[in-house]
């Protein structure tokens, strides 16, 4: 009966935290900072689920990024929180914003298996999940596996490959396993797909299809740096004198303390509110007048997950609607299809998910 009077009162605790953080939140003064530049703000509390590990990889992986990316912390941060998240991340860009470069400098700092692939106009899915050969000497096909078993897949200028391509994705992205000649293959874990893709150039390139675009979690835009990052820049590939960026990168994880941070990230708390919350968010988007095509209910557990991963960053073990809205354009844009009028009138998704979110009521 003590015990579970303690219990109890452990629960209120944890309650009454989370409704602080949220009356704290619902000022004018968070609500300006959500405007101006969606942060999330780390404030101390007794934390149910022990954080320290989480906020110690995070902080490596950052510094080791941050030894040769200059700027780009919104970058940074969208890309761990899509690999605690269990997501895949599609990062687009115009040419020379160290998009493939940061991708690469990602997976070097983690202890996992890397592959690159190169998406071309000819380009088969064979190329990219393996095949089956025929072994004279057994007179018996065998797989062999393609470029995708790999942990940190890298696939650059993913719009490049035609359709029939971009669907062999589907499965792999949704299921981590493909199915070749009627057999189940499974890819090891941990299993992240980076994207890049370039919004500028349109010849030779395939727009890439609802389905698959709602198998990535995030989709982050990487744009120019402004003046002073740029002049840093400067200094650090003079300073580098010629050596290559990625030797200066350690493993600062691997995949089983990465497994640990994901079950630390999966215990986060999220209250029934906040999933009305992010409900309601989600299905305005189908039926608003600017939308053709709305987000669906995979988007939903994407802005929860998402949630749960920017909360943990920041040494909270339940969610906020801070963090809801900080994941709301990442998770959403790039799943809405605004309709072809509005479109031309030059609104966005991002304009669209902000009315919306501004019209929803913040839980009290």
């Not at 303690?6 to 003064?29: C, L, M």
């Not at 065998?142 to 993913?158: A, C, H």
């Not at 792999?172 to 293959?185: F, L």
């Not at 909360?311 to 809405?336: C, Q, S, Y």
């Amino acid at each position: 009966m003590e015990h579970q009077e303690n219990n109890n009162t452990g629960k209120a605790s944890v309650n009454e935290n989370i409704e602080d953080y949220t009356k704290k939140q619902e000022s004018p003064r968070a609500e300006d900072s959500y405007a101006a530049k969606q942060e999330t703000k780390a404030i101390d509390f007794d934390s149910r689920i022990p954080l320290d590990d989480l906020k110690n990889a995070v902080s490596k992986l950052k510094a080791q990024l941050g030894k040769v990316i200059v700027g780009q912390q919104d970058f940074v941060e969208l890309l761990i929180a899509g690999l605690l998240s269990n997501g895949h991340v599609l990062i687009e860009g115009v040419p020379g914003v160290a998009k493939t470069l940061t991708a690469k400098l990602f997976a070097r700092s983690l202890d996992t298996n890397f592959s690159r692939i190169q998406f071309t106009p000819d380009l088969m899915p064979s190329d990219v999940l393996g095949t089956s050969i025929l072994n004279s000497r057994e007179s018996e096909f065998e797989f062999k596996p393609g470029p995708i078993f790999s942990n940190i897949v890298l696939i650059d200028e993913i719009n490049r490959a035609p359709a029939k391509t971009q669907a062999a994705l589907f499965e792999v992205m949704e299921e981590r396993q493909i199915t070749i000649d009627g057999k189940q293959h499974d890819l090891k874990a941990p299993f992240m797909v980076l994207a890049t893709q370039n919004p500028i150039e349109q010849e030779g390139t395939y727009a890439l299809p609802e389905a698959q675009l709602d198998r990535f979690l995030f989709k982050i835009e990487v744009n120019y740096p402004d003046v002073e990052d740029e002049i840093n820049i400067l200094k650090t590939h003079h300073e580098r004198k010629g050596k290559l960026p990625i030797n200066e990168i350690e493993t600062v994880l691997d995949p089983k303390n990465l497994a640990d941070l994901k079950s630390q990230i999966r215990e986060i708390i999220v209250e029934e509110k906040l999933m009305h919350y992010i409900a309601n968010i989600v299905s305005k988007t189908r039926n608003h007048s600017h939308v053709y095509l709305g987000a669906s209910p995979r988007a939903s557990i994407a802005v929860m997950n998402a949630s749960k991963a920017f909360a943990a960053i920041n040494g909270r073990d339940f969610v906020t609607p801070e963090d809801i809205k900080k994941a709301l354009n990442p998770v959403l844009a790039h799943r809405l299809i605004i309709s072809p009028d509005r479109e031309m009138e030059g609104i966005t998704a991002k304009e669209v998910i902000e009315m919306i979110s501004n019209s929803v009521e913040i839980p009290r």
